[in-house]
């Protein structure tokens, strides 16, 4: 069990430019999370997926972010015209169906120039 | 809408001392709460949670936390620290099993 992989590990952009990031969750678990993680904010809660379908988008930026679950063995956030705002460290957390408790990845630490 | 503060972003204690870094929860039933440990360059892990019953709660490497409705709280506890419990710790709460709120995190240094 490689646990849950994220992609690439680090990104830097300019200002402007488009990011996507990627999350392949553990085999067998239902749900994706993303997250935000900033010295400032902390981590906040983005977006869910549940057997691929979103469930709850309520912490993602609604004008320029976007996450998607094409299949159940990854999903994507891309983050369009990217600004210095966005560097953050950005999370991905996946769980058994029925179970509480989230595995995370080692994150994607995204700096905007 | 719950909500989770954690006081203190800064803990130093001595190895050997023991530990307690405080949580408190905002939520207008009785939620589910999560302590999670992040060390250097990894993931978050869990490290123990509680719904229901007795409100003293075990968790992995000699972790414990208490739950107190009157207090709104769910402070988490160990004996006796180790060098390698250096990490950030972070309180969470959920109303059900998905979304999961968490605190701001407080970073735990164990000193020689």
């Known amino acids: 069990n490689a646990g849950v992989i994220q992609t690439p590990r680090h990104k830097v952009t300019g200002k402007g430019q488009e990011a996507t990031l990627w999350c392949e969750p553990i085999s067998g678990h239902s749900a994706v999370f993303w997250y935000r993680q900033t010295i400032v904010q902390g981590l906040e809660f983005l977006t869910y997926f549940r057997n691929q379908a979103p469930i709850d988008d309520s912490g993602m930026p609604k004008e320029r972010f976007s996450a998607q679950m094409p299949n159940q063995s990854h999903s994507t956030l891309k983050i369009q015209s990217t600004q210095p705002q966005d560097s953050a460290v950005y999370l991905c957390?996946?769980?058994?169906?029925?179970?509480?408790?989230?595995?995370f990845g080692p994150g994607t630490r995204l700096t905007v120039l | 809408a719950q909500s989770v503060t954690q006081p203190d972003a800064r803990v130093t204690v001595s190895e050997g001392a023991s530990l307690q870094l405080r949580c408190k929860y905002s939520y207008s039933a009785t939620p589910y709460l999560f302590w999670y440990v992040q060390y250097p360059r990894q993931g978050l892990q869990m490290l123990l949670k509680?719904?229901?019953?007795?409100?003293v709660v075990q968790g992995v490497n000699g972790f414990e936390a208490e739950f107190s409705k009157s207090d709104s709280s769910f402070h988490l506890r160990k004996a006796s620290v180790h060098w390698s419990d250096s990490a950030v710790y972070f309180c969470?709460?959920?109303?059900?099993?998905?979304?999961?709120?968490f605190g701001t995190g407080t970073r735990l240094q164990v000193s020689p």
């Open positions: 509680y719904y229901s019953g007795d409100p």
């Open positions: 957390a996946s769980s058994e169906q029925g179970s509480d408790e989230q595995y």
């Open positions: 969470a709460v959920s109303p059900n099993t998905d979304k999961v709120v």
